[in-house]
């Protein structure tokens, strides 16, 4: 028997705990890790067609602003800054 205040001396009795992480009862399947990784993926995909409309009204408000001056061709050097800030073709 061992006494209660003693905290060094080993319990020859007592089950040993298994090697490696706790389980907890929560571990998916190889299928739902994969439903959750395309769902994540299509909503990034998603989310960056939001930017894109986004992207694009803005444009749309900026033009209607300048009003008779949206007729000048931009160059070519904002076109690609816009290319390059935003991803997308205009």
Do not use: C
């Amino acid at each position: 028997m061992k006494d209660a205040n003693d905290k060094a001396t080993v319990d020859l009795f007592s089950p040993k705990r298994p090697r490696g992480r706790p389980v907890t009862g929560q571990a998916k399947s190889d299928a739902e890790r994969a439903r959750a990784y395309r769902l994540r993926k299509k909503q990034a995909q998603s989310s960056n067609q939001s930017v894109e409309l986004q992207a694009t009204q803005l444009l749309a408000q900026f033009l209607g602003e300048l009003g008779e001056y949206a007729s000048v061709i931009p160059s070519e050097k904002w076109v690609s800054a816009v290319r390059a800030h935003f991803g997308i073709q205009i």
